[in-house]
């Protein structure tokens, strides 16, 4: 019987190991959730904004700090499960997702001057919804789904009044984060 649990121990343990090797699975829940709660309020940020410049400052540095909730949880989980955010899987996902964001940011350095920025939320859910399903392909199942929702949002910002940007900001940044992020602390711890 000892030799029965031993083995079972070890093939639970061989099993785990091959999945984070083929998975990035340090992608912070609490982390997301936290971006969610950043996203809400630079939504009500933003909605108070006298002009379109501030709006987009104001939105600029909630993706910033959003950024670094996230840059930083991965990072503490990344370390809580011995799991490295510099190669293999990790590497794959910020592949994944690093050039579609930095489609964003061009887009959004080129629409600002232009005063398109009733083109930016829809544009900017709809290339992070791209961004996660991309990364989301080397990581934990629920992302790719995350991101298709991300792009529905984006789709629909873009066949609404213009007014509507901030709603749509708030129900994808805030409210999908919040949603997907408490979807992943549940099933992959944290």
């Known amino acids: 019987m000892q030799l029965h649990a031993h083995a079972m121990d070890n093939l639970r ?26 996203a809400f309020a630079g939504a009500g940020t933003s909605a108070v904004m006298g002009t379109p410049g501030h709006w987009l400052v104001a939105w600029l540095s909630t993706a910033l700090i ?53 083109l930016m939320p829809p544009m900017w859910l709809l290339l992070y919804g791209a961004a996660v399903m991309a990364g989301g392909a080397f990581s934990v199942r629920i992302l790719p789904v995350m991101g298709a929702c991300f792009m529905v949002l984006g789709i629909a910002a873009f066949a609404t009044p213009a007014p509507w940007g901030n709603a749509w900001m708030a129900a994808g940044f805030g409210g999908l984060n919040v949603l997907f992020g408490l ?3 549940r099933k992959h711890g944290g």
């Open 13 to 38: 343990f061989i099993r785990e190991t091959m999945e984070r090797s083929t998975s990035f699975t340090a992608f912070p829940g609490w982390g997301t959730v936290a971006m969610g709660a950043v």
């Open 66 to 118: 959003a950024a670094g909730i996230g840059v930083v949880t991965m990072i503490l989980k990344a370390r809580r499960i011995d799991e490295s955010i510099f190669a293999g899987p990790a590497r794959r996902f910020a592949l994944g997702m690093v050039p579609t964001l930095t489609c964003g940011l061009a887009l959004t350095v080129v629409f600002a001057p232009l005063n398109l920025h009733t």
């Open 183 to 185: 979807i992943i602390a």
